[in-house]
């Protein structure tokens, strides 16, 4: 094989109870990207259609994290990389990691597959290094493995994939304002109260219990964020209204999607999502910021070849 192309989803990361430690891919909204092999070493971005980004392979994320892995083997050629944009930077759906996830997962295939997938995460880990400063997984973990995944730790590293219900799926609204990630870190609380934290680990429990019984229920009891939310909210124009309104409408639980802006909800089947959606977008044409909406199964396959 000389030449790959590639499906890379957007992620959700966070998802309420599970800062820093959940995340999950979505299905239908996510970058393209033709990663090629070539007689000259090294790794070239000759392409970023959709998106004004670096080309320099050190200044753009997919060059950061394609270079991690290559510094693991020996080869005489190189590769280059097109990247179709669809994520928006800054939407807070995993931009940067849905261009990581996939230039390690074309090399790797290209490479006939030295590294499982679970290995690949760590590469990926550099281009989020890139982006934000910290090198996390948890957008990365369910871009390459699909699904909901789990960074039970990140050093070292232990990544679990969690069953994901069939009927699961996720509206997402991403009003176009920015929100700084070094903002919505910059505001949190560096200690917690045990009340809350009980609370907290109550409900990251439940949602993991709630996934693998595919219990609806559950899950939607379980999505409530004591910590992070009632903080980051305050930067995300009617962030209440529109976490009330989808749950009115039928969501099983809302919140905000890795550090804002975007908002997510998790809904038991298509229909309901698409309620969520219509009342989503009632809120923001009254707020009078313009906005995205998509809804999206959750994709437990991650990365998909084309
Ligand atoms: P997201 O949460 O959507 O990934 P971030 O704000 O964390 O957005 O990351 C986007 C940052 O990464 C921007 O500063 C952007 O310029 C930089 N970046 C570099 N290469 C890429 C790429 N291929 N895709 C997306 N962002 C990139």
Not at 150 to 167: C, F, G, Q
């Given at each position: 094989?000389?030449?790959?192309?590639?499906?890379?989803a957007a992620t959700i990361a966070?998802?309420?109870?599970?800062?820093?430690?959940?995340?999950?891919?979505l299905?239908?909204v996510g970058?393209?990207?033709?990663?090629?092999?070539?007689?000259?070493?090294?790794?070239?971005?000759?392409?970023?259609?959709?998106?004004?980004?670096?080309?320099?392979?050190?200044?753009?994320?997919?060059?950061?994290?394609?270079?991690?892995?290559?510094?693991?083997?020996?080869?005489?050629?190189?590769?280059?990389?097109?990247?179709?944009?669809?994520i928006k930077?800054?939407s807070g759906i995993g931009s940067?990691a849905a261009?990581?996830?996939?230039?390690?997962?074309?090399?790797?295939?290209?490479?006939?597959?030295?590294?499982?997938?679970?290995?690949?995460?760590?590469?990926?880990?550099?281009?989020?290094?890139?982006?934000?400063?910290?090198?996390?997984?948890?957008n990365?973990?369910?871009?390459?493995?699909?699904?909901?995944?789990?960074?039970?730790?990140?050093?070292?590293?232990?990544?679990?994939?969690?069953?994901?219900?069939?009927?699961?799926?996720a509206?997402v609204?991403h009003?176009?304002?920015?929100?700084?990630?070094?903002?919505?870190?910059?505001?949190?609380?560096?200690?917690?109260?045990?009340?809350?934290?009980?609370?907290?680990?109550?409900?990251?429990?439940?949602?993991?219990?709630?996934?693998?019984?595919?219990?609806?229920?559950?899950?939607?009891?379980?999505?409530?964020?004591?910590?992070?939310?009632?903080?980051?909210?305050?930067?995300?124009?009617?962030?209440?209204?529109?976490?009330?309104?989808?749950?009115?409408?039928?969501?099983?639980?809302?919140?905000?999607s890795g550090?804002?802006?975007s908002?997510f909800?998790?809904?038991?089947?298509?229909?309901?999502?698409?309620?969520?959606?219509?009342?989503?977008?009632?809120?923001?044409?009254?707020?009078?910021?313009?906005?995205d909406?998509h809804?999206?199964?959750?994709?437990?396959?991650?990365?998909?070849?084309?």
């Open positions: 094989m000389e030449e790959i192309k590639i499906f890379c966070n998802i309420s109870c599970g800062f820093d430690v959940l995340g999950l891919a299905d239908n970058d393209e990207m033709i990663v090629r092999k070539v007689p000259q070493k090294g790794v070239t971005i000759t392409k970023i259609i959709g998106q004004n980004l670096p080309l320099e392979t050190h200044k753009n994320v997919a060059g950061v994290a394609a270079l991690a892995l290559l510094s693991k083997v020996d080869t005489d050629f190189g590769f280059e990389i097109e990247i179709y944009k669809n930077p800054g940067s261009s990581s996830a996939g230039a390690v997962y074309g090399i790797n295939e290209l490479l006939g597959r030295p590294f499982s997938n679970h290995d690949l995460i760590e590469f990926a880990m550099q281009g989020e290094r890139l982006a934000s400063g910290v090198a996390h997984a948890d990365v973990a369910p871009a390459l493995l699909g699904g909901f995944t789990l960074v039970r730790s990140t050093a070292p590293l232990d990544v679990l994939k969690i069953h994901t219900p069939n009927e699961l799926y509206t609204i009003p176009q304002i920015e929100v700084k990630t070094s903002d919505a870190r910059e505001i949190l609380r560096s200690s917690v109260p045990l009340k809350t934290a009980i609370k907290q680990w109550g409900n990251i429990g439940g949602l993991i219990s709630g996934l693998y019984t595919e219990d609806y229920d559950l899950i939607g009891r379980s999505l409530e964020d004591y910590i992070v939310e009632p903080i980051r909210s305050i930067l995300i124009p009617a962030f209440n209204s529109v976490k009330t309104e989808s749950i009115k409408s039928g969501a099983l639980g809302a919140g905000i550090s804002g802006p908002i909800a998790l809904s038991e089947g298509s229909k309901n999502a698409s309620k969520v959606a219509i009342a989503m977008k009632k809120v923001y044409d009254k707020v009078g910021i313009a906005y909406v809804i999206s199964k959750i994709n437990t396959e991650g990365i998909k070849k084309l």
